[in-house]
């Protein structure tokens, strides 16, 4: 019999958070669909992070429901036990090990939901969910809920209305507990071991694949169950492509190579970006465009702390980078009708990060009703601005067309300013040069 590895207080804990805000209404919330090709091949299937988030359930197929106040309060529709099927794709706890390991109220097999989805639906005046990520559920649930609506039908209700679970869920992970920061911080300590080998292993000569499997190896070999994203290692300029993940070509000397990967680990992922010079050490050009990036970088993170606005860390970077275009000569004009005509997106196509956490793009508003939020303490994102010139573009100086640069790290805001959980991956320019190829 398979254990569950996280403590189930936990999951017990975040549902008691969102009890509050569920009164009167049921959260219900599926299972990613499990991907299978026409041949029969199986790919690593992952679980939907708000149903791991509030139960952690990881299998297929399922479907949690939540009804704060009622009893049963935490229902499950899970696949059977099955022993051929477990002989060929692997255990199944069932509905009595799912009650049993995972301490759910009342558990259903999968089959059941149609028949007793609306009973429970019933007692609830609104249902929250979110749409469009699952169409077989979504057909599924509107389906119950018209049942629902035929049982009260002398009510004097139509149908009962359903809100948008992205909004209360991506609100109730935004904020990192500790624990939630215990495993970030892990995610982000794998994924950075893991870069300072990529650099100890590049050299001329070796295959951008090569480079993953070195980031994939320290992945796993250090806990990671996958990686958060799909890797990028992108050498020359392959690096101005923002989601380059080829990853076939071989790393040449005199081009810089760009590495954005990150681990994940119990659901938590990093999110690193490194660019560093193939043979270890950067040319005066590619040196010039490095340090203009990084010096953003750093002050836009020396500028966190609780009380200002995200988007105020996006003018930011635009602002300085826009800066650096124009000492670069990449840009010429007056600055602000530079910024007016976005001329700098030529260059600086992204923001300036994103939340991060069991999601690397992770659930939570950057603005309420409108008007941006301000941060607060123990929330997390990526800081990683860019500048990416492409060989082709005749606009810019010869000297730097071909270069791509990207510096992103995973900041927690503190108390009074901000943590920088991946701080262990060099990023200065003589502490690249000591570690890189020196395997």
């Known amino acids: 019999m398979r254990k569950p590895t996280i403590d189930m207080n936990v999951f017990a804990q975040r549902r008691a958070n969102l009890a509050s805000k569920l009164q009167g209404a049921a959260l219900v919330v599926a299972s990613h669909p499990e991907y299978i090709r026409n041949d029969d091949v199986h790919y690593p299937y992952r679980q939907d ?12 197929e399922s479907v949690f429901i939540f009804r704060p106040g009622l009893k049963p309060e935490t229902v499950m529709f899970v696949r059977r036990r099955d022993p051929e099927r477990e002989t060929w794709d692997g255990f199944r706890y069932g509905p009595e090990g799912c009650e049993r390991e995972f301490k759910i109220e009342k558990c259903y097999p999968i089959d059941e939901f149609a028949k007793e989805a609306p009973k429970l639906l019933k007692e609830v005046d609104s249902v929250y969910y979110r749409q469009f990520k699952n169409q077989a559920m979504d057909t599924k649930l509107s389906e119950a809920m018209q049942e629902v609506e035929r049982m009260k039908s002398r009510s004097g209700y ?3 209305p359903m809100h948008d679970a992205d909004i209360l869920l991506g609100e109730a992970r935004l904020v990192k507990s500790e624990y939630e920061l215990i495993q970030l911080r892990e995610a982000c300590e794998i994924s950075a071991q893991a870069h300072l080998a990529a650099m100890r292993f590049t050299r ?7 480079i993953q499997g070195v980031l994939a190896h320290q992945f796993y070999m250090r806990g990671s169950a996958r990686e958060g994203y799909n890797f990028i290692v992108a050498s020359g300029n392959s690096a101005t492509t923002l989601h380059y993940n080829f990853n076939d070509q071989v790393c040449k000397d005199g081009d810089l190579l760009l590495i954005d990967a990150g681990a ?17 050490k950067f040319t005066d050009e590619q040196g010039r465009v490095y340090e203009a990036v990084l010096n953003v970088q750093k002050r ?13 860390l996006h003018e930011m970077g635009t602002s300085l980078l826009t800066d650096a275009m124009l000492e670069l000569g990449l840009l010429s004009g007056r600055k602000d009708d530079l910024i ?21 793009h992770d659930a939570g508003m950057y603005a309420i009703k409108g008007e941006p939020r301000p941060i607060e303490a ?45 701080s262990s991956v060099p990023k200065e320019i003589t502490d690249i040069e000591q570690v890189v190829g020196k395997s």
């Open 264 to 280: 994940e680990y119990n659901y938590y992922t990093g999110d690193i970006t490194r660019t560093f010079p193939v043979n270890g």
């Open 300 to 312: 836009i993170i020396d500028f966190i702390k609780p009380g200002i606005f995200f988007k105020d």
């Open 378 to 422: 123990n929330m997390c994102f990526t800081i990683e601005p860019g500048l990416y010139i492409p060989a082709d573009d005749s606009s810019a100086p010869q000297k730097y067309r071909g270069i791509g640069i990207r510096i992103e790290d995973n900041i927690r805001v503190t108390s009074n300013g901000s943590e920088n959980m991946t």
């Open 340 to 360: 007016q005509a976005l001329a700098q997106k030529k260059y600086y196509p992204h923001g300036i990060g994103h939340w991060l956490g069991m999601d690397v």
């Open 158 to 160: 139509g149908m009962m």
């Open 49 to 60: 992070s708000n149903l791991f988030y509030l139960t952690g359930w990881e299998e297929p």
């Open 204 to 210: 001329p000569g070796v295959n951008e694949r090569h």
